[in-house]
């Protein structure tokens, strides 16, 4: 499963270097479009995943059965984020009030769903199959829908 989760991750960070990094026209046009099938055939088709090339996520993140993942555009996630599957990142549904941006080593578990112009902090655990429409602080576990406080996580 670690070599699926590697593929799709290896053609997002490729369309991601395609999109912000490559400045010539011509070339990034060419790029763009083998991204494109890339994705369409590797990730959307093959694992249901939306993981576009357009967010901004940090170093070595980890995701965990990489089906049905959705994420927006314009999610941003830190450094050391875990993804599992059916995880969904987004906005609202109306287009409106923005989307998660989401802090370094967070743990987001199987099923949930990150909606609205929310942060969630460094270190923070989201619980399985929770709906998380408010900010996480730092070192905090939340479950349940919507998502509660359970746990102040302690730092080691």
Known sequence: MEKCSQLVISIYRFGNFV????KIPVVR???????????LFFVKIAFNTELPA???IGKNLIIYHPYGIVVNKETIMGDNV?????TTIGNKGNGTGGVPHIGNNVNIGSG??????????????????SVVNRDV?????????????VKKNRRI
């Open 19 to 22: 999109y912000y990094k490559v």
């Open 29 to 39: 046009t060419i790029l763009l479009m083998i991204y494109k099938l890339l994705n």
């Open 54 to 56: 357009e967010c901004k």
């Open 82 to 86: 875990i993804l599992r599957h059916q």
């Open 112 to 129: 949930s769903a990150l909606i609205g112009g929310i942060k969630v902090g460094d270190n923070a655990i989201i619980g399985a199959h």
């Open 137 to 149: 602080y730092d070192d905090t576990t939340v479950v349940g829908v919507p998502a509660k406080v």
